[in-house]
């Protein structure tokens, strides 16, 4: 008798609204962007996500297995696809998610206090920076910041720094780096020590940050923008557009867009494929609230120069598929933002002086590119509600932040529509304006 064939799944693009809200039956769908990903919805709505995977045992025997790792509505699609791509990594470098939940209920747990700063640290990044409900939002660059700036010590006994070793770290670090990194070295050290003095973890007696003030001072905020006017344009801004031009991938395109969208640098470099809808109508960015600042949700219209941005972007890969927009190796977004701003700089200064672009005198940051196209767009019009929802802010007062559930997706796109046109504008005018000038010479 001919064995059975077995039923292929059919694959869908998953979203947020691919849930039956009255099921009759047990339904099943499978994600067709990132593989081993489904999701099952039982007769009464109720859905739960899971990886799909194959692990090889003792003898060579393979063994399909299922991980459930979250709920809707708890959890989004965009960000189940995310976790899926985690554990297709995961899985791929040996591990076994469902075994591990298993091992986790059946053997006992065995602590020991941390003796040192490193293994005090690796409790405090399990417990803290990397909790998946409750973690940092960049993990990877709060764990760099503590081998950079507190490596020194590491070795040493976790009870045994004291005020005056704090003390002489932050002065060193506002000496060599200066009183901004000397704060945020102060915060992260504060808030570490405080971890662990509580009296949950109680591995030190005090907090040796307690009685320290801030040794760069209170901080004013930044005021540059790049933008100038709508009547005379903004030659620093096209200088720089220009210059990522040239620059080319990875890091000309993502400055591109954070002119163009104004979103964050950290949320523009860890751009997913998952998240983007590039193709057919009402093109959008859809950033899970576990990649932005203020917890909270993005759904950012594309226009369509973004749109060709993005689709101009070779997708990289480390396995079966891409997932960052942004990466040299496929497996992890781009970072080195230091040494990419100084190349950009260094093409902006050559640029103009073959006379391409204008020279930029005053110092800027990568930042100062989201205070400017918000400059930009308030001088074109662009009413301050839209503007917040556009930066992804929290709109002060109650109606605003608590009421008011309007998502502004068609006053987000004409903003980003008019700004986009302002731009083009400008690069016109400037290349006319490079032929006006060689023509005369």
């Known amino acids: 008798m001919a064995g059975r064939k077995r039923k292929k799944n059919k694959r869908i693009e998953f979203d ?130 503590y081998q950079r700036y507190y490596n020194g010590w590491y070795e040493r006994p976790i009870a045994e720094i004291s005020e005056a070793d704090a003390n002489a770290l932050l002065t060193r670090i506002k000496v060599d780096r200066g009183r901004v990194t000397a704060n945020r070295a102060f915060t992260r050290g504060r808030v570490f020590f405080k971890w662990a003095a509580h009296r949950k973890q109680r591995y030190i007696e005090q907090n040796p940050f307690a009685q320290i003030e801030k040794p760069g001072g209170r901080e004013k905020p930044r005021e540059r923008s790049l933008f100038d006017d709508v009547v005379d344009g903004s030659p620093e801004l096209i200088s720089v557009w220009k210059a990522a031009e040239q620059t080319g991938y990875p890091y000309g395109p993502m400055v591109q867009l954070m002119i163009l969208l104004g979103q964050r640098r950290s949320e523009i470099a860890g751009m997913r494929w998952a998240e983007l809808k590039i193709n057919g109508e009402s093109p959008r960015w859809r950033i899970p609230k576990e990649r932005t600042k203020t917890d909270r949700e993005q759904l950012l219209p594309l226009p369509p120069l973004a749109v060709e941005i993005i689709k101009n972007c070779p997708k990289i890969s480390d396995g079966d598929s891409a997932e960052f927009v942004f990466s040299i190796d496929g497996a992890k977004p781009i970072s080195g933002y230091a040494t990419a701003k100084t190349k950009l700089d260094k093409m902006i200064t050559g640029l103009a002086e073959q006379g391409v672009v204008e020279p930029i005198a005053e110092h800027w940051t990568f930042h100062d590119l989201r205070r400017s196209q918000t400059s930009g767009m308030a001088a074109l019009g662009v009413q301050p509600v839209v503007l917040d929802k556009i930066q992804n802010r929290v709109t002060p007062g109650i109606t605003m932040r608590v009421y008011n559930r309007h998502p502004y997706t068609k006053e987000k796109a004409e903003a980003l529509a008019l700004w986009e046109a302002h731009l083009l504008a400008q690069l016109e005018s400037k290349i006319a304006s490079l032929a006006d000038r060689r023509a005369a010479s």
């Not at 459930?68 to 040996?94: I, N, S």
Request: glycine share 8%; no cysteine; net charge positive.
């Open 16 to 145: 947020d609204e691919m849930f039956d809200s009255n099921p009759r039956k047990r339904k099943e769908y499978f994600d067709k962007e990132v593989h081993g990903l489904g999701a099952r919805q039982g007769i009464e709505g109720q859905a739960a996500y899971f990886y799909s995977y194959l692990v090889v045992q003792n003898g060579g025997k393979r063994v399909h297995r299922r991980h459930t790792f979250g709920k809707f509505p708890e959890m989004k699609t965009a960000v189940a696809r995310l976790e899926a791509a985690r554990l297709k990594v995961y899985v791929r470098t040996g591990g076994d998610p469902h075994q591990d939940k298993i091992n986790a209920k059946t053997k006992p747990v065995v602590e020991r206090a941390p003796q040192t700063v490193s293994e005090a640290l690796e409790l405090y990044f399990a417990d803290v920076v990397f909790d998946k409900d409750e973690g940092h939002k960049n993990p990877d660059a709060t764990r760099k910041f």
